[in-house]
């Protein structure tokens, strides 16, 4: 798989889980680059690095020789790439970024837009190596895309251009991209979290890209908490009935934690929330696991996400078979 594009609603992590993978591939020895299209630089957030600009950076060195290098595609930037490339403006692109031409032409048509954006990722993705034996510049492109609600327009770069190009380079581009993203090279993974609106939105997200022809590799359940009390014991810890206070009071007695009537039920509401969370999180997995692809779990991280965190989720999706 050359090209992982990494979706979710907004607030699942998804930049988060993008970061992780590529962190996963750069750890089997990989050239790798992380990329990102909305402008916000959650890249450099979670990754903890200097704002990322419109050329690829290296970022990451990894022992097994891999390497991560980051990108933050900005639509006018690409724009005025695209007419050198094509119509050799050279200066002239510049005045037409002056009187704001790149901006009315990024804004008037979105899609586009999107194809400027994608295009550069696309780029990167059939970029070869000079000399006599030539090889991919990056082994695999991690694209941190826009959230599901928009996942769909995103992609369906072809559908969107031919209603403004017909023919063209900008046509030709958006038909190159479609075949790449629409080939065994890419594989779209969505990120959710295990509560009722992002696993349907998901689910929406699965087969509205199944429409577009466009392959789904997984979906990935993040900020999984871990289940801490039996389902025999759940109905107690739920219970604020006086016996089960006494229960509770007594047995932080035994470890010497004098608990009074107020830590006591701290204790047991915090109990019930955790059950419930925990019913909720067993509802949502079932409707996931009917889904028709592989799902993959990364685990709560209370703290937020630190560097080693990134690695430990990297390592929990490379067992998984996530990447």
């Given at each position: 798989?050359?090209?992982?594009?990494v979706?979710?609603k907004?607030?699942?992590?998804?930049?988060?889980?993008?970061a992780?993978?590529?962190?996963?591939?750069?750890?089997?020895?990989?050239?790798?680059?992380?990329?990102?299209?909305?402008?916000?630089?959650?890249?450099?957030?979670?990754?903890?690095?200097?704002?990322l600009?419109?050329?690829?950076?290296?970022?990451v060195?990894?022992?097994?020789?891999?390497?991560?290098?980051g990108?933050?595609?900005?639509?006018?930037?690409?724009?005025?790439?695209?007419?050198?490339?094509?119509y050799?403006?050279?200066r002239a692109g510049?005045?037409l970024e002056?009187?704001?031409?790149?901006?009315?032409?990024?804004?008037?048509a979105p899609?586009v837009?999107?194809?400027?954006?994608?295009?550069?990722v696309?780029?990167?993705?059939?970029?070869?190596?000079?000399?006599a034996?030539?090889r991919?510049v990056?082994?695999?492109?991690?694209?941190?895309a826009?959230?599901?609600g928009?996942?769909?327009?995103?992609?369906?770069v072809n559908?969107?251009?031919s209603?403004?190009?017909?023919?063209?380079?900008?046509?030709?581009?958006?038909?190159?991209?479609?075949?790449?993203?629409?080939?065994?090279?890419?594989?779209?993974?969505?990120?959710?979290?295990?509560?009722?609106?992002?696993?349907?939105e998901?689910?929406?997200?699965?087969?509205?890209?199944?429409?577009?022809?466009?392959?789904?590799?997984?979906?990935?359940?993040?900020?999984?908490?871990?289940?801490?009390?039996?389902d025999?014991h759940?109905?107690?810890v739920?219970?604020q009935?006086?016996?089960?206070?006494?229960?509770?009071?007594?047995?932080l007695?035994?470890?010497?934690i004098?608990?009074?009537?107020?830590?006591v039920?701290?204790?047991?509401?915090?109990?019930a929330d955790?059950v419930?969370?925990?019913r909720?999180q067993l509802?949502?997995?079932?409707v996931?696991?009917?889904?028709?692809v592989p799902?993959?779990?990364?685990?709560?991280?209370?703290?937020?996400?630190?560097?080693?965190?990134?690695?430990?989720?990297?390592?929990?999706?490379?067992?998984q078979g996530?990447?």
């Open positions: 798989m050359r090209l992982h594009v979706t979710g907004g607030g699942t992590g998804k930049t988060t889980v993008a992780a993978m590529a962190l996963a591939l750069t750890a089997r020895g990989q050239r790798v680059l992380l990329a990102e299209v909305e402008g916000r630089q959650g890249i450099s957030q979670v990754l903890d690095v200097a704002p600009g419109s050329s690829e950076r290296h970022l060195s990894d022992p097994s020789g891999g390497e991560l290098f990108l933050s595609v900005d639509a006018k930037s690409a724009l005025l790439e695209y007419l050198q490339k094509f050799k403006l050279g510049s005045v002056k009187v704001g031409a790149v901006d009315f032409a990024t804004t008037i899609g837009r999107d194809v400027l954006l994608i295009g550069k696309y780029e990167a993705v059939g970029r070869q190596t000079k000399g034996r030539k991919p990056y082994d695999a492109v991690v694209l941190d826009p959230p599901t928009r996942i769909g327009r995103f992609l369906a559908q969107e251009v209603e403004v190009a017909r023919m063209g380079p900008i046509h030709n581009q958006a038909e190159s991209i479609t075949r790449v993203l629409q080939s065994p090279a890419t594989s779209v993974h969505v990120v959710t979290l295990l509560e009722e609106m992002p696993v349907q998901t689910s929406d997200a699965i087969a509205e890209l199944g429409g577009l022809s466009l392959r789904v590799g997984s979906v990935i359940a993040n900020g999984v908490r871990q289940r801490l009390v039996a025999e759940a109905a107690t739920a219970d009935s006086p016996e089960v206070r006494d229960v509770v009071s007594e047995a007695g035994v470890v010497d004098k608990a009074g009537p107020a830590m039920s701290g204790l047991l509401r915090e109990g955790h419930m969370r925990a909720l509802e949502q997995q079932q996931l696991a009917r889904l028709p799902v993959r779990t990364l685990p709560h991280l209370a703290d937020g996400v630190e560097s080693g965190d990134l690695r430990v989720l990297a390592g929990t999706l490379a067992e996530g990447v």
